[in-house]
């Protein structure tokens, strides 16, 4: 068992400050051995995720195997509960996953267009700099080794209107962000919804109505 000494307890609490103070609901830190992982997890991305073969998906990330062993190298890991704009409809949860595949002039349509914004702009606004900025600070802090995940697909290269993610083909060219990119946890494996059962939290399950919660996770060490 990984036992929390003053130092790491004092900045715990600066980070989980710092983490509020950027748009997160909550945050707390959990020894490394708490997340949970599985091999299944790519499936996920492989089949039915538009984000495949995306700088920060699979298969240009760390294999779930890879990772797991990088992970016990790790005394450590924040989670951070970001706040969203973001509210699903029950009719649009029900149907994300063909709605991000087919477009269309239904009001159906317009509708996740209207909710996909409010995504993208959440993680390139809010989410994806805030982890950044965590990682930053804890490295500040003396953890070498701090590194933050993403909570999906990488939006840095969003329009100005939050309508497209304007990335480079995938699988052929370097990141325009390539310093700023970090892996999407679920395809390094992360269970995330049974990490926090483990943990004793709860994640809304599919489909989800109203306001879903948005994860990220900085490893610490």
Not at 9 to 14: L, T, V, W
Not at 100 to 123: T, V
Not at 161 to 179: A, I, M, P, Q, R
Request: glycine share 8%.
């Amino acid at each position: 068992m990984v036992r929390l000494n003053d130092s790491d307890e004092k900045n715990f609490k600066e980070l989980r400050s710092l983490a509020l103070g950027l748009g997160a609901n909550d945050a707390f830190v959990v020894p490394a051995s708490e997340i949970v992982l599985e091999n299944r997890t790519v499936l996920k991305c492989r089949f039915g995720c538009i984000g495949y073969i995306s700088h920060v998906c699979p298969p240009l990330i760390p294999t779930v195997d890879e990772f797991r062993t990088m992970l016990q190298e790790y005394s450590w890991v924040m989670l951070v509960d970001w706040k969203t704009s973001v509210k699903l409809d029950k009719d649009i949860s029900e149907m994300f996953t063909r709605l991000s595949f087919e477009s269309g002039g239904s009001e159906l349509d317009k509708k996740y267009l209207g909710q996909m914004k409010n995504i993208i702009r959440d993680r390139k606004e809010i989410i994806q700099p805030g982890t950044l900025q965590l990682e930053k600070e804890a490295w500040k802090m003396g953890y070498a080794m701090a590194f933050g995940t993403f909570p999906g697909m990488c939006t840095l290269c969003a329009s100005d209107d939050y309508t497209t993610v304007d990335c480079v083909e995938k699988g052929t060219s370097l990141c325009k962000h390539y310093t700023a990119i970090r892996p999407c946890l679920m395809g390094l494996g992360i269970r995330l919804d049974k990490t926090l059962e483990k943990l004793g939290l709860d994640l809304p399950k599919f489909p989800v109505l109203g306001i879903p919660q948005q994860y990220t996770i900085v490893l610490l060490d």
